[in-house]
């Protein structure tokens, strides 16, 4: 039996937590995630190199929220999740029991925000470096060219809205896209449409895009839908030095004003 | 089916010049759902109301757009009219032809067409408007001064005769600000104190006037009518009620050399202090930086002689919670030190001095009993200098600002001088003097003929000491920039007013804007002079900008009547066209999902937190909630909402959306 097995049995038998959102083997050679709560069930949980999938997005689901207290298996765009969602008043601190795997496959426990902000501040939080290449090659695009990539991967898009139940900071009940009283986003999946949806969503992740990946992860028409968030990244550090997702009671860098904030970006 | 009304102006010729009037009114006329439309010479003259009027009755309108000039211009009036008329004045829009048509296009087709367009789109817009109705906010008729001031003073006063309570909350242990400091005052050289004094006394005394002095701002809450505030009252460590104001305390205090700050350091004062005689209220408080038992732990002479027993060393700070309708900023400014000017000294010569402390050596009541003595050896200087613009008007020292009252002053510090010290010679060095005001030029003109001041139009580049003296070195410029040098026995720096220290601060707590020299933002620079931008907040005197002493009584009553106006009402009626963040029936309850970005970004603290709560008082959701007395309707919320969960009355998305497509679907 692994220790996260354990672990998580002793926690649900002392009623520490309800349930636990965890991994466990999917279809083929794929992993999913699971909701356990039960001893039995924890049998199923498992722990190995695939299982990268961002949990937290699970959280704030209606259909999870209401197994009762939660306890999640944590990577470090899970613990920046819960940052960022606890900064927008979704979740509470001590609300949710953490379990994070470190590299060497064991558990380290987050009971409180303040802990996970320490364990933020001195783990690598930033971009992977064919990540980054990649929006070095895109930031190196005229904007002509820039247009037309993201044009021609927007084609593909079905709007199956994958990305947006994938996203950890996409927890709105009614998204803008499903609002039709006035349409402002078109909801067929042509050319326009396809754009309006994208630039919103990129628009409505600036500054709370915790760089998890999921969206991109999650596209069955493989769109490198994460490139259009992660670029806003570095503007915003840049411009008002502000990171998503690192501080539970950070103030959001683009609803705040501050009188030495930058104002380069206005022609 | 809609049936509404186009009214389309000429506005004499600045419409019908350029924009063929009668053609707009005619096609507009033919659009779905116009009942009615017509134009006419001047649309909110008492005809053309009259004729608006009249055709909601003929016509049964249930809409109307005026295409006439800027809604900031004439909105009021023409929803005002549809009110008389019966009509839901909010159902009224005005589609701006005026200054977004015919004033910037030529007489032509395309001037016409466009004027037409902007009809069409207030058409579709005006079908889909709502009914509103007024907001009526509670009004707490109390009002709350900050600053004791001569600004202050005439607001509490003001508010106060017109028979409304006032809370004046002032930092100093007395009332009274800089003007108590002022020897005499320009034009008329009356003497400063015997026109303040009586005023202050008479905040004391007032019957509807609560004076806290020692006391600071701690937090304001609430909105227009509705303000919450904490306010501390820092330990005075006396009983006020015991303490007759005898003063035996503050001659047996054995601390003796604590820099008189009301002197501006020219004079001392003991632990246990009054500021100065004229004190409003005239009770000591304990400086408890300098006091020995303090410092110390033992001394307690002051209790020992008080005939009356009011000495309260363990004293603690008291925080009381007022609720107040409306606020008047009146915290005053203060002048640069000697210390700025590195130029000057950087504050080593005792002898410069600034303006502040000149007004103390002149004053009957300072350290020397109004005669001019330098601070040094107490001589009296036969020559002196004054300095004027002594980083004002300098953006090297970042103060690109006219500090507006120095060149008056420095007119009044020469004539004074002269007054005083008859064979002296003042001189003054200047940029340009700036008298503009009832009596001003008249003033500097007799310093400068009768009093023989010697006016040099030039910078000082330096002053230094030799054998003594005071070497000050600058140019004339109206001799062709030649160097100019005089050995003074005394230097005077008219130092550039600044906003008070913790304005700044100050802002933040009570939630109004500010420049970036701090002092406090109007609402409007010409026509909302004492407005701030946050409603029930209103400006009084020199924390706004540099001000003289008869601007500032002049701010402080155009203040108060804005005071006296919002409490003329019990309830307030405000503009509905607010924030609004919609609601549906459970389980959803509302599209807000509680992120509250809104909350941070919104410039006005309208946005509260609501909790829904089921029968057994458990949340169940919490979610923004627009305060409809402080919500200004600017919409930034509406922007940041990511879900469309707030909306706003008169300008919602889907009215913007059935704009935008009334035009794109030509």
Redesign the interface.
């Known amino acids: 039996m692994s220790d996260l097995i354990k672990k998580v049995t002793a926690l649900l038998n002392d009623k520490t937590i309800n349930a636990f959102i965890g991994y466990e083997k999917g279809s083929a050679d794929r992993i999913r995630a699971t909701f356990i709560r039960n001893e039995d069930q924890a049998q199923k949980l498992i722990l190995n190199a695939s299982c990268t999938q961002n949990l937290a997005g699970y959280l704030l689901k209606h259909e999870v929220k209401k197994l009762g207290k939660l306890g999640i298996l944590a990577n470090v765009a899970a613990l920046r999740s819960i940052m960022q969602l606890a900064s927008e008043f979704q979740i509470k601190d001590g609300e949710v029991y953490v379990l994070f795997a470190n590299a060497d496959g064991s558990l380290t426990e987050f009971t409180d925000f303040k802990s996970i902000e320490a364990f933020l501040e001195t783990t690598d939080t930033g971009i992977k470096s064919e990540e980054q290449e990649m929006i070095a090659k895109l930031e190196a695009m005229t904007v002509n060219e820039r247009w037309l990539f993201w044009n021609k991967e927007f084609e593909k898009c079905i709007k199956c809205y994958a990305c947006r139940a994938a996203c950890p900071m996409c927890y709105c009940h009614r998204c803008t896209t499903d609002v039709n009283q006035p349409q402002w986003i078109p909801v067929a999946s042509h050319e326009l449409g396809n754009l309006d949806y994208h630039l919103m969503r990129a628009m409505h992740l600036a500054g709370r895009c915790v760089n998890c990946g999921e969206c991109a992860t999650a596209c069955p028409m493989d769109i490198p839908l994460n490139l259009l968030t992660y670029q806003l990244i570095s503007p915003i550090k840049a411009t008002f030095g502000a990171t998503a997702g690192m501080k539970a009671d950070a103030v959001y860098a683009l609803s705040t004003y501050k009188p030495d904030d930058k104002e380069n970006f206005i022609i | 089916m809609s049936r509404i009304g186009v009214f389309v102006c000429h506005c004499g010729e600045n419409i019908s010049a350029t924009v063929n009037c009668e053609k707009v009114a005619k096609i507009t006329g033919e659009l779905k759902g116009v009942e009615f439309s017509t134009d006419y010479k001047y649309m909110c003259s008492y005809p053309g109301q009259t004729l608006i009027k009249e055709a909601i009755k003929e016509h049964k309108l249930d809409g109307v757009v005026v295409a006439a000039c800027s809604p900031r211009m004439h909105e009021p009036t023409f929803r005002k009219a549809c009110a008389e008329a019966g009509l839901n004045p909010f159902l009224c829009e005005m589609s701006n032809i005026r200054e977004h048509c015919s004033w910037v296009h030529p007489k032509d087709d395309l001037t016409t067409e466009k004027a037409q367009d902007l009809v069409r789109v207030m058409v579709e817009k005006v079908k889909k408007n709502k009914a509103l109705n007024s907001i009526k906010v509670p009004v707490t008729k109390t009002a709350l001064v900050i600053g004791g001031g001569i600004a202050g003073i005439q607001a509490a006063l003001d508010i106060a005769n017109c028979g409304h309570k006032v809370i004046m909350v002032e930092r100093q242990p007395s009332i009274g600000g800089h003007m108590s400091q002022l020897s005499e005052t320009f034009p008329t050289l009356d003497c400063s104190q015997c026109i303040l004094t009586p005023r202050m006394v008479e905040v004391a005394q007032h019957p509807n006037i609560t004076l806290h002095t020692y006391s600071e701002v701690e937090s304001v809450d609430g909105f227009i009518g509705n303000f919450k505030v904490k306010i501390r009252k820092r330990s005075k460590s006396i009983d006020e009620h015991l303490c007759t104001g005898c003063g035996l305390c503050t001659t047996k205090c054995p601390q003796k050399k604590i820099p008189n700050e009301f002197e501006r350091g020219l004079g001392f004062r003991p632990a246990i202090y009054v500021p100065f005689p004229q004190a409003v209220p005239n009770k000591p408080v304990i400086d408890r930086e300098h006091c020995t038992y303090y410092i110390k732990g033992k001394c307690k002479i002051c209790e020992i002689v008080c005939p009356t027993k009011a000495i309260r060393f363990d004293q603690e700070d008291e925080v009381i919670d007022v609720a107040v309708g409306a606020i008047v900023m009146a915290t005053g400014f203060d002048v640069l030190k000697t210390d700025y000017f590195p130029e000057y000294g950087y504050g080593k010569y005792a002898d410069v001095i600034d303006g502040l402390a000149f007004e103390r050596l002149a004053s009957a009541s300072g350290p020397t009993q109004g005669e001019i003595r330098r601070p040094s050896d107490g001589k009296i200087p036969k020559k002196i200098v004054f300095v004027a613009c002594a980083g004002s008007r300098d953006p090297a020292k970042g103060i690109e600002y006219c500090s507006k009252i120095c060149c008056m002053y420095t007119a009044k510090h020469a004539m004074l001088y002269k007054h005083k010290v008859h064979d002296g010679i003042p001189y003054v060095f200047y940029m340009d003097i700036r008298a503009g005001g009832k009596n001003y030029e008249e003033f500097v003109r007799r310093t400068i003929v009768e009093d023989e001041t010697q006016y040099i139009r030039g910078r000082v580049s330096t002053i230094y000491e030799k054998n003594g003296k005071l070497i000050v070195k600058g140019a004339d410029t109206l001799m062709g920039a030649q160097p100019v040098e005089i050995e003074a026995d005394m230097v005077v720096l008219a130092t550039a007013g600044v906003a008070n220290h913790g304005a700044e601060e100050l802002a933040q707590t009570v939630h109004i804007s500010y420049d ?1 020299y701090k002092f406090f933002a109007e609402a409007h620079p010409k026509l909302k002079p004492v407005e701030t931008n946050t409603a029930g907040i209103f400006l009084a005197g020199a924390c706004q900008a540099p001000k003289d002493i008869p601007e500032s009584v002049a701010a402080a009553s155009g203040a108060a009547v804005k005071v006296a106006a919002l409490f003329s009402n019990d309830e307030l009626t405000r503009d509905p066209l607010v924030a609004v963040v919609n609601r549906s029936a459970p389980p ?1 309850y509302s ?1 807000c ?6 909350q ?2 919104c410039p006005y603290q309208a946005i509260e937190r609501e909790e829904i709560k089921n029968r057994n008082g458990e949340v169940i959701k ?1 979610l923004a909630r627009v305060n409809e007395g402080l919500c200004q309707g600017c919409g930034t919320c509406v922007a ?1 909402c ?3 969960a707030i909306d706003i009355h008169g300008y919602s ?2 009215q913007v ?2 704009e935008i497509m009334a035009l794109l679907n030509d």
């Open positions: 970036p959803v599209q999902v509680g992120c509250f970005l809104c941070s970004v919490t940041l990511r879900t469309k998305n889907q959306y059935t």
